[in-house]
């Protein structure tokens, strides 16, 4: 496993790092869902800044789309803030960015933990 989730107040931090196996992004997903009431978080931040390498599944879009939709009806105000800087990563969040309009949560791809914090600091409502 190369993730550690961190939970905070109303928030998961998830760290990855090495190389990113094809469904990690899915098991750390589960994980929050298991171990925090989804109907308690603002915020989500990934962080794929200590990543390697990452291929994905060719299911990746059908898989997180799922996931996104099944947790989003229980909070459907949540914010994610994706830092990555590997290409793969990039590529498959833009592809998640580019169809957010079919969940409620917001997505938002950095490349700096800060800018990505600070986006979701300035629009989680108070």
Not at 101 to 110: A, C, D, R, V
């Amino acid at each position: 496993m190369s993730f550690e989730l961190k939970f905070l107040k109303n928030r998961v931090i998830a760290n990855f790092e090495g190389e990113l196996k094809a469904y990690e992004i899915k098991d750390a997903f589960i994980d929050i869902v298991e171990n925090v009431s989804i109907k308690k978080l603002d915020l989500l931040i990934f962080d794929f800044t200590e990543i390697i390498s990452y291929t994905p599944p060719k299911d990746y879009l059908e898989t997180l789309r799922l996931i996104t939709l099944f947790s989003s009806t229980w909070n459907p105000q949540i914010k994610v803030a994706i830092i990555a800087l590997e290409t793969n990563i990039k590529m498959v969040m833009n592809e998640v960015i580019k169809r957010q309009e079919e969940f409620t949560w917001e997505f938002k791809l950095f490349d700096k933990l800060e800018s990505g914090t600070r986006w979701c600091e300035q629009n989680v409502a108070k």
